[in-house]
């Protein structure tokens, strides 16, 4: 049962990846609770490894059995000399009693052992209170790991519930749900907290429908490679003991190169268990590009009236979870082979597509027959109703996009405030 799916069962909703979400309080995530005092570094420590990888993982709620057994497997490769494992674990009241039934979050140096049933790796802080729901307190957790640990390279994993952009909730949730408190990490709170804490090689998103246009586009100034999957990700997530154990046996991994082997190791586990979905990576620094030549082409589009062409391309279109999440490169590319298309528009298509296939896309593997035509990155497209939540967004505020998409529905804005004044409506 993939992430998503096991929170509709539990909660009654026809839909589910973050959980429908419980409104935040006015300019407050939830407190973060204290971090308890901590063993000095060992000398180890204080030289600077390769790589530091740090995994937020928040299984306070009904991913928290996943979250024990994915820390489980981390210790099978466990942290050496050259590369440091860090990772935070919040565990809940109403879940798994296993392995002492601990609650609240710990922060761990993962080690090596043979149990695959109990966590033995030494815990650094204890926080009863840890909201893991509040940006604030991600942003604390990555602070934190960089300072005991520096490395020449940063990977930053978060792990949860994700449910893209947004999804369809009454508040954006984004990713990380803490059911104790309520809250989610949006879209934009995730851009703070990358903010806050500087510079990362390689940012993943162990949750489900994420590699989205308007998420990654939140962290293209901090984050050089972005792995994540345009589709929903099974409970157990990533094989991160074979992950670790290419990167203990390789440290000197380039951070591209890291982020390849991942989407080999996600792909080939789940390829051989045959069960489906995607993943990718995707390189930060082509973002802007790839949203120019996207507004160049929505232009071209309405400046040519090729709505119908546009339309046609959307009705067979690679879509995903929510069907408002569509695979951006397959549209383009449905839509350059729609008979009599203006050649002006189908050379603003062809430029995007081979962006996307020379510099943004790095590696993209389709785990099963449905997802033929899923190239690396989706991007939200609604059919009939576009949530005006979207108009929040960095992204919407940076691109065409979402006034694309409003004229695409037919609703057009006044020639005063529109951005395409030599459209006509059809």
């Not at 590009?289 to 589009?301: C, G, P, R, S």
């Not at 062409?309 to 449905?334: P, T």
């Not at 020379?358 to 497209?381: C, D, F, P, T, W």
Request: contains cysteine.
């Amino acid at each position: 049962m993939t992430r998503n799916l096991i929170c509709a069962v539990l909660t009654g909703l026809a839909f589910s990846t973050a959980r429908a979400g419980v409104p935040e309080p006015a300019g407050s995530g939830g407190r973060t609770g204290p971090v308890c005092a901590a063993p000095p570094p060992s000398p180890a420590s204080e030289v600077p490894g390769e790589w530091t990888v740090l995994v937020f993982m928040n299984g306070k709620n009904n991913l928290e059995s996943y979250g024990l057994a994915d820390l489980n497997e981390m210790e099978t490769a466990g942290s050496t000399d050259k590369v440091n494992i860090v990772a935070e674990l919040g565990r809940s009241k109403a879940n798994d009693t296993s392995d002492g039934d601990w609650k609240g979050a710990r922060r761990f140096l993962v080690q090596k052992d043979a149990d695959p049933d109990k966590v033995t790796s030494p815990v650094l802080a204890e926080l009863p209170d840890a909201d893991m729901g509040d940006w604030r307190h991600l942003a604390d957790f990555i602070a934190w790991g960089k300072d005991r640990f520096p490395a020449r390279h940063y990977m930053l994993i978060v792990w949860d519930h994700g449910d893209g952009w947004k999804g369809r909730a009454p508040a954006a949730r984004g990713i990380s749900t803490d059911d104790e408190t309520g809250h989610s990490i949006s879209t934009g709170q995730l851009g703070l907290a990358l903010e806050r804490t500087g510079r990362l090689d390689l940012f993943g998103m162990d949750a489900c429908i994420m590699q989205m246009a308007e998420v990654a586009w939140t962290a293209r100034n901090t984050a050089d490679y972005i792995l994540a999957s345009e589709e929903v990700v099974p409970n157990e997530g990533q094989r991160y003991d074979l992950f670790f154990a290419g990167l203990a046996g390789n440290p000197a991994l380039t951070a591209e190169e890291l982020g390849r082997h991942a989407v080999k190791v996600y792909a080939d586990h789940y390829e051989a268990l045959k069960r489906s979905g995607t993943m990718s990576l995707i390189r930060a620094e082509a973002l802007p590009k790839f949203a120019a030549l996207l507004d160049e082409w929505t232009d071209t589009v309405i400046l040519k009236q090729e709505r119908m062409a546009v339309h046609e391309s959307r009705g067979r279109v690679q879509q995903f979870w929510y069907d408002d999440n569509i695979d951006i490169y397959h549209l383009i590319q449905l839509t350059n082979k729609a008979p009599y298309l203006s050649k002006t528009v189908a050379e603003k298509g062809a430029a995007l597509l081979g962006l996307m296939d020379k510099e943004l896309v790095v590696s993209n593997r389709r785990i099963g027959g449905q997802y033929a035509n899923a190239h690396g990155l989706a991007i939200y497209m609604p059919k009939e109703w576009q949530d005006p939540a979207y108009n929040s967004l960095d992204w919407a505020a940076a691109t065409k996009w979402e006034k694309f998409c409003a004229w695409m529905l037919g609703k057009f804005l006044s020639p005063s405030n529109s951005p395409y004044r030599k459209a006509t409506p059809p």
